[in-house]
């Protein structure tokens, strides 16, 4: 099952925003929260026509006195129906000449009046993103973090750090591990599927991959401590990260065989019956492997980060 997983919203994402950008009331307000896991956190950045091109998000967020009025749309907001709080990229000056430079990083209470929260169900039929709209909220202005217009800088920060986290390197050592015991149950001609030569070579190679992006991250980690700024090395992680865990996946689904198919995913507790604890564990790989196909989509997908790779490494 492996350990259970922080929630990467708060802690990596939001929590290091409001060190670097926010101010001392938003750190003792929101820092023990976020550390405790008390608080849920959502992630408002994209809408419906603002994914890839992020800066033409529309959301707008209009002064009022002492408070910021809301209104817009986002969407696939990862488990925003647990949502407390939702940091959220909103239109603050719709007449800047570029459009990155009339956004702010707001935060906003997800159980305010005027939010409302309705499900998207994906293709592996779990509810795990949202839409969530805003009608007339009105949201402190002390909920504003940093400066007014500045949201895209600490939107770029923020970025950096969730395409290091989607790399999920642990989950996916978790997954070989997961993997090789599939692969020793099932049986391939009379014998365990791990010693098929082929399937082997599929594993060994997936293996190495994974081997040297460990080592990547932990170069970057120690670059990190150092100092440096990640930079485009955490768009290098995200894509090799998440083609690592796809490719897991899909050999999970070959190993898994004819049980992969999502008859009864969830039929319950195979109790004392070991067999059957296996074929039902065999019966979850299509879900797993559906919902996997969303990892080289979020965070930016793998086509944007390689040409981020391409203007900031490359110099194209
Ligand atoms: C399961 C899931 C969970 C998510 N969770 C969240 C969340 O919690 N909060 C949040 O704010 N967002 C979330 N997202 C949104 C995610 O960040 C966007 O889906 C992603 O940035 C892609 O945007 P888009 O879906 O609008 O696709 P589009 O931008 O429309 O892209 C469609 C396709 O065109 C390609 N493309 C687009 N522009 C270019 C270009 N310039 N060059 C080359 N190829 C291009 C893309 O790579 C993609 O393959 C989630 C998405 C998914 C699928």
């Not at 000449?97 to 005027?114: A, C, E, H, V």
């Not at 998207?120 to 969530?132: A, F, K, M, Q, W």
């Not at 198919?261 to 979850?284: I, K, M, S």
Request: aromatic share 8%; hydrophobic share 40%; proline share 5%.
């Amino acid at each position: 099952m492996g350990a259970p997983r922080v929630l990467p919203f708060s802690v990596s994402m939001l929590g290091p925003v409001l060190i670097n950008f926010g101010n001392d009331e938003q750190r003792e307000r929101f820092l023990p929260g976020i550390k405790s896991g008390e608080d849920w956190w959502a992630q408002g950045f994209s809408e419906p026509g603002a994914g890839s091109d992020l800066a033409s998000l529309k959301t707008s967020a209009i002064r009022d006195g002492d408070h910021y009025v809301v209104n817009g749309q986002k969407t696939w907001t990862t488990l925003g129906q647990h949502g407390d709080w939702i940091f959220c990229l909103v239109r603050t000056d719709a007449s800047a000449t570029k459009p990155q430079t009339g956004i702010s990083f707001i935060l906003i209470d997800m159980r305010d009046p005027g939010v409302e929260v309705r499900p998207i169900i994906t293709l592996d039929g779990s509810h795990e993103v949202n839409e969530v709209w805003f009608t007339d909220v009105r949201v402190p202005a002390e909920n504003l973090v940093g400066q007014e217009n500045m949201g895209w800088t600490y939107a770029k920060f923020l970025l950096q750090n969730e395409r290091i986290g989607i790399a999920g390197i642990g989950q996916s050592k978790e997954q070989l591990v997961s993997l090789r015991r599939l692969a020793a149950a099932e049986k391939k001609n009379g014998k365990p599927l791990i010693e098929d030569p082929s399937f082997r070579a599929k594993l060994s190679e997936v293996e190495i991959e994974l081997r040297a992006l460990d080592l990547t991250n932990k170069r970057m980690l120690v670059e990190t401590a150092r100092g440096t700024d990640p930079g485009p090395v955490s768009s290098m992680l995200k894509i090799r990260g998440s083609e690592v865990a796809q490719r897991l996946f899909e050999l999970k689904m070959d190993a898994a065989g004819l049980y992969a198919l999502p008859f009864q995913p969830e039929a319950g507790d195979a109790g004392w019956n070991d067999e059957l604890a296996g074929t039902l564990a065999q019966a979850r790989s299509a879900p797993h492997y559906l919902n996997t196909r969303k990892i080289s989509i979020f965070g930016g997908s793998n086509e944007i980060q390689r040409s981020i790779i391409s203007k900031m490494m490359l110099g194209f």
